[in-house]
């Protein structure tokens, strides 16, 4: 009796395997392709203009104090010159944070405008692996993976976001 329902279960493996259907899409190629990416580099370049702005606003000030600093330095009574050297210190630290604060921002930024536009891709190669019956869809970006009966769905995936 076991051996009858251990051949049925290689036997059933069997035909699920030969009714399998493979297909193939490179992502990286697709994402490029994708037409929300002038908004999201559009919105990227606005952001970081503002924080080159706002940086470079920021150095200048400093390089005046420090000039200015640098030109009375020498007649500045001891008191003077610390109150100034601790000033030049804490705008420099301001620098410094503000540069990292708008690098982290930049790339939060950037992970949540792109998010959309990844779960749209994602969304229609799923929509065309279910419309096609297939079993599994590789990305060929990620792993070459490209098998002698695997289809290439990007001319499906990039109909289904209307792309041309």
């Known amino acids: ?37 002038k908004d999201v580099q559009a919105r990227m370049d606005s952001l970081n203009k503002q924080y080159e702005n706002l940086l470079m606003n920021m150095q200048e000030e400093y390089q005046k ?25 804490s705008m420099q630290q301001r620098l410094q944070t503000t540069y990292q604060t708008a690098q982290q921002d930049v790339e939060q930024k950037r992970t949540e405008f792109l998010k959309p536009v990844n779960e749209r891709m994602a969304k229609a190669i799923q929509e065309v692996g279910a419309a096609n019956n297939y079993t599994y869809i590789f990305d060929s970006a990620a792993a070459v993976y490209i098998a002698p009966d695997a289809d290439n769905v990007m001319p499906l995936v990039k109909t289904k976001l209307g792309i041309k």
Do not use: H
Request: aromatic content about 8%; cysteine-free; charged content about 20%.
């Open 1 to 37: 009796m076991k051996k009858i329902v251990m051949i049925m279960a290689v036997l059933a493996l069997t035909l699920t395997a030969n009714a399998q259907k493979f297909g193939y899409v490179n992502t990286q190629e697709l994402f490029m392709l994708m037409p929300e990416l």
């Open 65 to 89: 104090k420090l000039q200015d600093y640098q030109q009375k330095q020498q007649t500045l009574p001891e008191a003077m010159r610390q109150i100034q050297e601790e000033e030049l210190y």
